[in-house]
């Protein structure tokens, strides 16, 4: 790397993994609040995917006139502070960058974002573990503020994919709303679902009081009772609302306070790290292939 340019993961024209290109781009300084990070982690997420795959791009949710930004999560150190900015350079940081329409990614050496999106690494806590909270567990803390405190002692909340990412962070977060909690999830997730403290099930029989959809069941409304609650990960695409069904989709943002929670449960091993592996940014075409096929459980870890 020059000191002037930095190397970064885009799509020119978005096409599946073959379309990922690495390009050097112009180092920018922070402006007032603003930190630059040296990334040495940052988690492929199946959004990314949709990103690489133009799926964004067709919705009409990205149009950048040159290349497109890959990657939500990052951690790493930060090497440059703006005015404004009581972080140190040298401190070790996790957080997210959210929305689709961006010219720059986390998958890249560096980053330039707002010190208050950003959550100091406690000590004791890799930055590749780490970088697989962000924008997970967040979303997942933000499934939780839609559905509230469970309505009545032993309320059963039904979390669809619970042995993935966002599904595995509702089902270990959602007692403390007091929520009773099956995960749903393939047979063989059976041992990591019940690790989180939820009941377990293949079964989608119907009758929850609050659905949490994050496997994206094209029959998930019918598994809510009347009356009940459904909440959904994909925006623009929730089902219409019927039998009384209160019916809410997560959009996810940063939130610096509660990634320090979550990043802090997570070095006491209370809340799971969940790393598939770790490789290199120039890897990053192989590890969305990897991501694509399925049946990964944990993250795949960029190193830029
Ligand atoms: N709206 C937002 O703000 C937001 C934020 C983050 C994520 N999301 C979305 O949330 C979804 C989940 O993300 P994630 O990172 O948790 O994905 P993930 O780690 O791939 O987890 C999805 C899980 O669902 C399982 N699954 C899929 N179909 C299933 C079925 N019929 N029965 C049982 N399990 C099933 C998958 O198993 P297999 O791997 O075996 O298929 C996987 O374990 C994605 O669509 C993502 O784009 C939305």
Redesign the pocket.
């Known amino acids: 790397m020059s000191t002037s340019t930095f190397r970064t993961a885009v799509v020119r024209n978005p096409n599946g993994p073959d379309s990922i290109e690495i390009i050097d781009v112009p180092v920018t300084e922070p402006g007032p609040g603003e930190v630059r990070v040296r990334v040495a982690a940052a988690a492929v997420?199946?959004?990314d995917l949709?990103v690489a795959g133009g799926f964004f791009h067709q919705m009409g949710l990205i149009d950048q006139p040159h290349h497109t930004g890959l990657g939500w999560d990052f951690a790493g150190t930060v090497i440059a502070v703006g005015d404004g900015v009581d972080l140190a350079v040298g401190t070790r940081v996790a957080g997210m960058v959210g929305g689709f329409d961006r010219d720059f990614g986390t998958y890249a050496e560096q980053l330039v974002v707002p010190a208050t999106d950003l959550a100091v690494v406690p000590d004791g806590l890799d930055l590749v573990e780490a970088s697989t909270v962000p924008?997970?567990g967040l979303?997942a803390a933000q499934i939780l503020d839609l559905l509230g405190d469970a309505p009545a002692t032993g309320a059963r909340l039904l979390v669809?994919?619970a042995?993935?990412?966002?599904?595995g962070y509702v089902a270990a977060l959602a007692p403390d709303r007091g929520w009773r909690v099956t995960g749903?999830?393939?047979a063989t997730?059976e041992e990591f679902v019940r690790s989180t403290g939820a009941d377990f099930t293949t079964d989608t029989a119907p009758g929850w009081d609050a659905v949490a959809d994050?496997?994206?069941?094209p029959q998930a409304l019918d598994l809510v009772r009347d009356g009940g609650t459904l909440v959904g990960?994909?925006?623009g695409a929730a089902p219409e609302a019927e039998r009384g069904i209160t019916v809410h989709?997560?959009?996810?943002h940063a939130d610096a306070a509660r990634l320090s929670d979550l990043l802090a449960r997570t070095a006491s091993g209370e809340l799971a790290a969940r790393v598939h592996t770790a490789v290199p940014l120039d890897q990053v075409a192989d590890a969305h292939r990897a991501v694509a096929k399925?049946?990964?459980r944990g993250r795949y870890v960029l190193r830029p």
């Open positions: 997420n199946p959004v949709g924008a997970n979303t669809t994919g042995a993935g990412a966002v599904g749903l999830a393939r997730d994050t496997a994206v069941l990960v994909r925006p989709v997560v959009n996810v399925g049946g990964v």
